[in-house]
T-cell receptor, first 114, second 113 residues
């Protein structure tokens, strides 16, 4: 079973700072990779989905990149705001025909200080 | 966009009782739904994969007789925690696949006392 690792586990930054969250995976066979946001005690909100044919996706202040050769993805958050405080999870499907099972990283807990 | 509705959002039950959690896809048909469990400060762990009209596929270590999954229609999957014990207290989240990737329910916080 593949592993998905997220670094750092926690991050605290002052408001307005740009930041990068990292995600690495052991299985280089990739169909897609997805970034989620989870507020404390809540479900997951999908932020960005990168298909294997894509190198990056952008949504507002968020930009996610995918480097299949190195098994890495990064989530870039520009001009961070206190409302960005949450846990950010990356996940990718298990490889294999017809498999849609997601493997999640443990997440990066982000705190943006006003 | 795709929406998955999960109910209840939280439930407290006594040991030995059963609890049912519902997960509905509101604006799309979900052939496959996934059930996850999340313990404090841990990531989501897949419990089972539910396919409409067939038996669920459980991950290793998950008791199928304890966590009953029913996926009777393309828009509804249910997870029933039977004979609940305090160690079953956790955050349960369902997910469905759609055209925009994976959509998650808002989760259910189960506390067994």
């Amino acid at each position: 079973k593949q592993e998905v690792t997220q670094i750092p586990a926690a991050l605290s930054v002052p408001e307005g700072e740009n930041l990068v969250l990292n995600c690495s995976f052991t299985d280089s066979a990739i169909y897609n990779l997805q970034w989620f946001r989870q507020d404390h005690g809540k479900g997951l909100t999908s932020l960005l989905l990168i298909q294997s044919s894509q190198r990056e996706q952008t949504s507002g202040r968020l930009n996610a990149s995918l480097d299949k050769s190195s098994g890495r993805s990064t989530l870039y958050i520009a001009a961070s705001q206190p409302g960005d405080s949450a846990t950010y999870l990356c996940a990718k499907p298990e490889s294999g025909a017809g498999s849609y099972q997601l493997t999640f990283g443990k997440g990066t807990k982000l705190s943006v200080i006003p | 966009g795709a929406v998955v509705s999960q109910h209840p959002s939280w439930v407290i039950c006594k040991s030995g009782t059963s609890v049912k959690i519902e997960c509905r896809s509101l604006d799309f048909q979900a052939t496959t739904m996934f059930w996850y469990r999340q313990f404090p400060k841990q990531s989501l762990m897949l419990m089972a994969t539910s396919n409409e009209g067939s038996k669920a596929t459980y991950e290793q270590g998950v008791e199928k007789d304890k966590f009953l999954i029913n996926h009777a229609s393309l828009t509804l999957s249910t997870l029933t925690v039977t004979s609940a014990h305090p160690e079953d207290s956790s955050f349960y989240i369902c997910s469905a696949t759609g055209s925009t990737g994976y959509t998650f329910g808002s989760g259910t916080r189960l506390t067994v006392v």
